[in-house]
């Protein structure tokens, strides 16, 4: 069983920044892909960065410049730096692994993490 936990999210004002941690835990065999998503009221869930194991990196136009994704393979965590906060950026942001179990080294399932909220204000 594997668990993904998130932390950072917060209230913050425009031009702000915020720091997301997702930390992986449970039987981990190995991890490819981690990445960050955000949902906000009546949006569709869309992908705001992604990063392989290998370190290459992915991101939404609409944070180029501002957000940085990264990971420590180590502690199986992946952080996500947000910079220069618009009110556009509130949503509930969510992290994701393709992590296969050491349970059944077979297959590699995606898990989810519970979400964490970031507001930022105008």
């Known amino acids: 069983q594997v668990q993904l936990v998130e932390s950072g999210g917060g209230l913050v004002q425009v031009g702000g920044s915020l720091r997301l941690s997702c930390a992986a835990s449970?039987?981990?065999?190995?991890?490819?892909?981690m990445g960050w998503y955000r949902q906000a009221p009546g949006n569709q869930r869309e992908l705001v960065a992604a990063?392989?194991?290998?370190?290459?990196?992915n991101y939404a136009d609409s944070v180029k410049g501002r957000f940085t994704i990264s990971r420590d393979n180590a502690k199986n965590t992946v952080y996500l730096q947000m910079n220069s906060l618009k009110p556009e950026d509130t949503a509930v942001y969510y992290c994701?692994?393709?992590?296969?179990?050491?349970?059944?080294?077979?297959?590699?399932?995606?898990?989810w993490g519970q979400g964490t909220q970031v507001t930022v204000s105008s």
């Open positions: 994701k692994a393709a992590v296969v179990d050491y349970s059944d080294i077979r297959y590699e399932n995606d898990y």
């Open positions: 990063i392989t194991s290998g370190g290459n990196t």
């Open positions: 449970g039987s981990i065999f190995s991890i490819s892909d």
